[in-house]
Structures are given as C-alpha cells and as structure tokens.
C-alpha cells in the first residue's frame, strides 16, 4: 500500500513558525481523512488534529496554534505550525485512513490510532 511522504521538518527558536507537508501520491486527499500526531522521547504519543471534510479537531495542546488544511488539487495535507514552544519539541507524523461508514456509522475513526497510512515521521525542535 502506498505510504504517506512527509517534509517540512526542521529547528526553529520559540515563536517561530513551521509548515510540515504530507504528500499523498496515487490518491486523493479529499476521500480520505487524514491527521498529524507527535511523540517524543518519554512522553505518550498525542494526536494533534484531524480533518474530515469541513470538519477539523485539534488537540487542546496546539488549539490556537496550529491549522490542519490540504489542497485538494495537488493532493497534499498541511500543518501549519505557530507560536512554537519548547514542548512542541518531537517527532512528527501524518497519517490517513480511506472514508467508510464501517466507523460506528461515521466517515473516519474515532481514533487516529486506527488510521492505515502512515508517513515515516519528521523532527521538529523548538529552542527556548
């Protein structure tokens, strides 16, 4: 199966602003939810935000912050990245599960845990 391809990682100063990037090849974004997690090192993973449609969640951690969109057209997810902190410091990975009414009689999971794509993650480090 087609794996997600991820960029945009990298090593801001706190404040700063990253936009990490989710390219998804050979399908189409729009039928798909998708969403962003992070774990770092000792910590549990967290999932940040998802999107569905019009619809979009967000993590309280990064509410505010952070904004989940794509571009339908060139098939791309987006997580635009603000006001970073210190413990936003972790890797950083998409993810993606095809629209089924098999979730409990929704179009994605209740849990992006069960999502079935996965791209392999990018660093992002925030210095204080």
């Known amino acids: 199966q087609v794996q997600l391809v991820q960029s945009g990682g990298g090593s801001v100063q706190a404040g700063g602003s990253l936009r990490l990037s989710c390219a998804a090849p050979?399908?189409?974004?729009?039928?798909?939810?998708m969403g962003w997690s992070r774990q770092a090192p000792g910590k549990e993973r967290e999932e940040l935000a998802t999107?569905?449609?019009?619809?979009?969640t967000y993590a309280e951690s990064v509410k505010g912050r952070f904004t989940i969109y794509r571009d339908n057209y060139k098939n791309i997810l987006y997580l635009q990245m603000n006001s970073l902190k210190p413990e936003d410091t972790a890797r950083y990975y998409c993810a993606a599960e095809a629209m089924s009414l098999r979730h409990g009689g929704r179009w994605c999971p209740d849990s992006l845990w069960e999502y079935d794509r996965w791209g392999q993650g990018t660093q992002v480090t925030v210095s204080s």
């Open positions: 999107i569905d449609g019009r619809n979009t």
């Open positions: 050979g399908y189409e974004v729009a039928t798909y939810c």
